[in-house]
């Protein structure tokens, strides 16, 4: 470097020789512009002494860096080896610049084995823990290392079948459950091992007895769950709606069907169609009047009449609110204001 004439010297980033290694790639671009090389020599590089043995033998600046103290540091140990290599020379880090605790233990394959402080958080339960599983998952990395939880450590529950045969009960039960007692113990039992939070929380009573029961029962459902019929099992209505309610059922499944009678077409007014609720025991406001009775009304007279689509005649609706928002910019002009037209000043000077 001290063959390179001393105005070129002056026009460079940096002084020759380097003395930080963070500077050599801004001094190898700058002297490429004038210079044709591979690479630069050891003689362009100041010689450095050698890293401490000892942190606290650093400068004052590269000791606030050290000793690394937790794992999450070591990210950015690159950034502190370049710190390094600005002021020292030196090959590895030194092992007296770390204080890193003991390495963490992978996670056991089950929770049975894990740390008596959190065993008893497993198996997780999401409806009856005390913490959430976030916290669970917190308490856990406090001991062990991992990503993801095995499936093993969580209670999982299945599905409540459709058909009571596939029921698993520690108690026997008679399908439809009639008694009270006995549907609140059931409800209580299947808990603990099926989906049957939310509908055990509905405090519904089975079997269904009434259509006006059923018709409470499916606005209630209708409010936390999505589904076309109920089951077979939930019903249990000794009347004409019973065969009404086993056609609707019939049409998903292989059964022959031909011994049942098609559904009337519903009458063409209202008092017709009130008159027949009345014989059913079926209590329903007609004309529908709101839009949140659609669903539920229409569902209760599918049940005794053949209806393809809505008549007129059900709805009393009132009409929908003027909207608040403008799809076009609209802009209106007062009849007392002369017209607004585009005109061209021209300069007759």
């Known amino acids: 470097p001290n063959q390179i004439p001393q105005h070129i010297q002056n026009i460079l980033p940096f002084t020759l020789p380097i003395t930080q290694r963070s500077y050599t790639r801004a001094t190898v671009n700058a002297l490429r512009k004038i210079f044709k090389f591979d690479k630069l020599t050891d003689n362009y590089f100041a010689k450095l002494p050698i890293l401490p043995d000892r942190y606290q033998e650093l400068l004052p600046e590269l000791q606030t860096y050290f000793p690394i103290t937790s794992r999450q540091s070591l990210q950015y140990l690159l950034y502190f080896r370049c710190k390094l290599a600005d002021y020292y020379t030196f090959t590895t880090i030194q092992s007296s610049y770390f204080e890193l605790p003991p390495p963490k233990q992978p996670l056991p394959t089950t929770y049975q084995e894990l740390y008596y402080r959190v065993r008893g958080l ?25 990503k993801l939880l095995p499936s093993d450590y969580f209670i999982t529950k299945l599905p409540l079948p459709n058909k009571t045969e596939l029921i698993r009960t520690s108690s026997q039960f008679t399908y439809p459950i009639t008694d009270d007692t006995l549907a609140k113990v059931f ?3 299947i808990s603990q091992h099926y989906h049957n939070q939310e509908l055990a929380q509905l405090n519904i009573t089975l079997p269904i007895t009434t259509p006006q029961h059923l018709t409470q029962i499916v606005k209630t459902l209708q409010q936390n769950f999505y589904f076309k019929q109920l089951p077979p ?15 609707t059922n019939n049409t998903n499944t292989n059964k022959p069907t031909q011994n049942k009678q098609p559904l009337p077409p519903i009458p063409n007014t209202n008092e017709e169609v009130q008159s027949a609720l009345t014989q059913n025991n079926i209590q329903l406001t007609l004309p529908i009047i709101l839009q949140s009775q659609i669903t539920p009304t229409m569902q209760a007279l599918r049940q005794l009449y053949t209806i393809p689509t809505i008549p007129d005649f059900l709805l009393n609706l009132p009409p929908l609110p003027t909207p608040t928002w403008k799809i076009f910019n609209t802009s209106t002009t007062s009849s007392d204001m002369p017209p607004i037209t585009n005109t061209v000043a021209m300069d007759t000077s």
Do not use: M, R
């Open 187 to 189: 409800l209580d039992e």
């Open 122 to 146: 497993f198996p997780f339960n999401t409806s009856t823990s005390k913490v959430t599983l976030a916290e669970a998952v917190a308490q856990l990395k406090e001991y062990y290392i991992f």
């Open 233 to 247: 099992s939930w019903i249990n209505i000794t009347n004409n709606l019973t065969h009404a309610t086993d056609q």
